[in-house]
């Protein structure tokens, strides 16, 4: 089985400024990586994944993340968020080559202060 | 048009009540998956199914079924609906090839 962290589940940002939202996943097989975003009263959108290969992963939006398997993280970063960027935003596991659900974390909603 | 769907958006009903939810998709995937969000919780894992002769067990399933109608449907019903049902619920779908699941805009449902 799977599980994952999101460690903050809540994150106040200035505009303009960086952030990175945490996540760190536990499972004894190797994983699929993901992280989507959900704006307020709408369904779920993928920002990025990283299923092999490059550890640095891009997405849209301007959002990346990086996969650290020896620290079991993927951590979701922006250089300069906009206040659009307010928002929940979950990551989520899945083993890899099958076809199960996803764990999700708990979220973390991001609050983009002007 | 939207690629997945899902009908009712909103719902209110009463505890003891039998309800459907019906997911409808026009991406040609052959995987389909229910999920509930609790406010604090993340979303949760209730059934899957791989395709029209393959329903799985999620995290969740007690309470629920599923029906898949065809490669494009998939239902999710609540028997005898209780309070701690309420809920957002989400459809995805998902393919081989991409290997991403894709949600609906999602059912709220409150139980009253």
């Known amino acids: 089985a799977q599980s994952v962290t999101q460690l903050d589940s809540q994150v106040p940002v200035f505009e303009e400024a960086p952030v990175e939202l945490r996540c760190n996943y536990s499972s004894s097989v190797s994983v699929y990586l993901f992280w989507y975003v959900q704006y307020p009263n709408q369904g779920l959108q993928l920002l990025l994944k990283?299923?092999?290969?490059?550890?640095l992963v891009k997405g849209i939006n301007g959002f990346e993340a990086e996969f650290n398997k020896s620290q079991t993280s993927f951590h979701l970063r922006k250089p300069s968020v906009h206040i659009s960027d307010t928002a929940e935003y979950f990551c989520a596991v899945r083993p890899g080559g099958g076809a199960d659900g996803l764990t999700f974390g708990k979220g973390t909603h991001l609050i983009i202060q002007p | 048009d939207a690629d997945v769907t899902q009908t009712p958006r909103n719902r209110i009903t009463k505890t003891g009540k039998r309800i459907m939810l019906e997911c409808s998709q026009t991406k040609g995937h052959d995987r389909m998956y229910w999920y509930r969000q609790d406010p604090g919780l993340g979303l949760r894992l209730i059934y899957y199914?791989?395709?029209?002769?393959?329903?799985n067990k999620g995290e969740i399933s007690d309470g629920y079924s599923v029906s898949r109608q065809a490669q494009a449907k998939f239902s999710l019903s609540l028997e005898s609906a209780i309070p701690n049902q309420t809920a957002l619920y989400f459809c995805?779908?998902?393919?081989?090839?991409?290997?991403?699941?894709?949600f609906g805009p999602g059912t709220r449902l409150t139980v009253l």
């Open positions: 199914s791989f395709d029209v002769k393959d329903i």
């Open positions: 995805a779908t998902s393919d081989s090839v991409t290997d991403t699941q894709y």
């Open positions: 990283y299923l092999s290969g490059s550890t």
